[in-house]
């Protein structure tokens, strides 16, 4: 049982846009500003797309875009293109654990 | 460039110990704090814990507190992540991380992780 709750799968068509939201509690997402965002390939290291709720790191394309309300923190990937296809973990900051992660998300582009 | 290179696939008997290693460079690597991360079978991440190379300090995961050792060789730019008496278990993906800075709480860059298969 993961901490913080992800849907299982989404999917989207090229050039849609979709929401990966990720759910926790006051003492994780809900309290504080520190919800980041992960994309992981299989054989690859995982790529950071969002810190900090909504700042995006260098490299990361516009069209990563992260939110929050709330004990859900959201992902949203816009103009969304085959190579968007992948895992897509949130994290957190807690209290007492410093860091507790979601279940994943697999991002299908049909 | 930042990179973290992790040692490669192992496969062990319950009971074995191993060490797996995380080798930074393209930084400053003693001065970022390293973080450890289990994937198991089935796509959940969990936080194992940390260490700062420059003096070894840990701080671990209540869930994991025992049940491995991190340790750090600064000379030589290298993060070990180590079992003392596997099991069947501790099969599992495992990455190490940068943490992204003081105060930061996230890890900016990954390896591309270590595959751990343990069964007899």
């Known amino acids: 049982q993961s901490a913080l709750t992800q849907p299982a799968s989404v999917s989207g068509s090229p050039g849609q846009s979709i929401t990966i939201s990720c759910t926790g509690a006051s003492t994780d997402v809900g309290g504080y500003d520190f919800v980041s965002w992960y994309r992981l390939d299989p054989g690859k290291a995982p790529i950071l797309v969002i810190y900090d709720v909504s700042q995006r790191p260098s490299g990361i394309s516009q069209r990563f875009s992260g939110s929050k309300s709330g004990n859900t923190a959201s992902l949203t990937i816009s103009g969304l293109q085959p190579d968007d296809e992948a895992d897509y973990f949130c994290s957190s900051f807690a209290t007492g654990s410093f860091l507790v992660f979601g279940g994943g998300t697999k991002l299908t582009v049909l | 460039e930042v990179l973290l290179v992790q040692s490669g696939v192992e496969v062990k008997k319950p009971g074995e110990s191993l060490t797996i290693s995380c080798q930074g460079s393209?930084?400053?690597?003693?001065?970022?704090?390293i973080g450890w991360v289990r994937q198991m079978p089935g796509k959940d991440l969990e936080y194992l814990g940390l260490?700062?190379?420059?003096?070894?300090?840990?701080r671990y995961s209540a869930s994991f507190q025992g049940q491995v050792t991190m340790s750090a060789d600064k000379a030589i730019n290298t993060a070990y992540l180590q079992w003392n008496s596997l099991k069947a278990s501790d099969s599992a993906m495992y990455f190490c991380?940068?943490?992204?800075?003081?105060?930061?709480?996230?890890?900016?860059?990954w390896g591309q992780g270590s595959l751990v298969t343990v069964s007899s």
């Open positions: 393209g930084y400053r690597f003693s001065t970022y704090w």
């Open positions: 260490i700062f190379p420059a003096d070894s300090d840990t």
């Open positions: 991380a940068r943490l992204a800075g003081p105060g930061k709480n996230y890890f900016d860059f």
